[in-house]
């Protein structure tokens, strides 16, 4: 049994799990999963008693419990620091820090139009109001940094920020977002990486998009 237990969702929808699984694959640390229930119908019994939140990722280590994605990539930052979590550069890393911030705190028409389903293909929804602002601001952000660090991750090397938007990468994909070819070509960047193949390799197909007890 390992010291590290990461307290997930069904893998071809939470989309916060991934940002949660994506730091201790990077940090390369054995860890021990515990998949709950959110599809169909969520296991809030589980939950409730597996996480201090009610929440996943939730990252048990040792007696401590990291209930956050964001706060799961700092620590695994802290403990691994040699892996490079975060650009070296100061400013790199500030501008690191922001764009993740901005994808956890914000995007809430996205992630209600384009749920995450990896396996999913829907149709393309009416992209206008707050969607459209959503996704041309990601648009903005991802051609930013690829132009001013030129790839082929956000920050030149694989960093947190990459693992924060992973997830949009598959509602990109599900909804057939149209994308300029540098993006296309971050998206399958992204969608190659051998850490985020794992997780494609083991979300069931057959988790529904949408939970049905909401
Ligand atoms: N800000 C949190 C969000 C976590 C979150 O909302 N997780 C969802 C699953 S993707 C969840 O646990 N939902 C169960 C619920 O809300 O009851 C993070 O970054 O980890």
Same mark, same amino acid.
């Given at each position: 049994?390992?010291?590290?237990?990461?307290?997930?969702?069904?893998?071809?929808?939470?989309?916060?799990?991934?940002?949660?699984?994506? &730091?201790?694959?990077l940090a390369g640390v054995e860890f021990d999963e515990?998949?709950?229930?959110?599809?169909?119908?969520?296991?809030?019994?589980?939950?409730?008693? *597996?996480?201090? #939140?009610?929440?996943?990722?939730? *990252?048990?280590?040792?007696?401590?419990?990291?209930?956050? /994605?964001? #706060?799961?990539?700092?620590?695994? #930052?802290?403990?691994?620091?040699?892996?490079? !979590?975060?650009?070296?550069?100061?400013?790199?890393?500030?501008?690191?820090? +922001?764009?993740?911030?901005?994808?956890? /705190?914000? !995007?809430?028409?996205?992630?209600?139009?384009?749920?995450? #389903?990896?396996?999913?293909?829907?149709?393309?929804?009416?992209?206008?109001?707050?969607?459209?602002?959503?996704?041309?601001?990601?648009?903005?952000?991802? /051609?930013?940094? *690829?132009?001013?660090?030129?790839?082929?991750?956000?920050?030149?090397?694989? /960093?947190?920020?990459?693992?924060?938007?992973?997830?949009?990468?598959?509602?990109?994909?599900?909804?057939?977002?149209?994308?300029?070819?540098?993006?296309?070509?971050? +998206?399958?960047? %992204?969608?190659?990486?051998?850490?985020?193949?794992?997780? %494609?390799?083991?979300?069931?197909?057959?988790? &529904?998009?949408?939970?049905?007890?909401?």
């Amino acid at each position: 049994m390992s010291d590290f237990t990461l307290i997930i969702g069904n893998k071809n929808n939470s989309t916060w799990s991934l940002r949660g699984y994506l &730091p201790l694959k990077l940090a390369g640390v054995e860890f021990d999963e515990i998949l709950v229930s959110l599809r169909p119908y969520l296991d809030r019994e589980r939950l409730d008693e *597996l996480t201090p #939140a009610g929440k996943v990722p939730t *990252l048990k280590h040792g007696e401590n419990y990291i209930w956050d /994605s964001l #706060a799961i990539c700092e620590y695994c #930052a802290d403990l691994y620091p040699e892996k490079g !979590f975060w650009p070296e550069d100061i400013n790199m890393r500030a501008h690191a820090r +922001c764009v993740s911030a901005e994808m956890h /705190s914000g !995007f809430a028409a996205l992630r209600n139009a384009m749920s995450m #389903a990896i396996h999913g293909k829907f149709d393309r929804p009416d992209i206008s109001g707050d969607l459209k602002s959503d996704i041309d601001r990601i648009v903005d952000i991802w /051609s930013e940094c *690829l132009d001013k660090y030129e790839g082929p991750y956000l920050f030149g090397d694989y /960093s947190i920020a990459d693992m924060m938007y992973a997830p949009v990468v598959f509602r990109f994909r599900s909804y057939q977002v149209e994308l300029p070819i540098a993006l296309q070509e971050y +998206c399958k960047t %992204i969608a190659n990486h051998p850490d985020v193949k794992d997780w %494609i390799d083991d979300a069931d197909p057959n988790d &529904p998009a949408e939970p049905l007890d909401r």
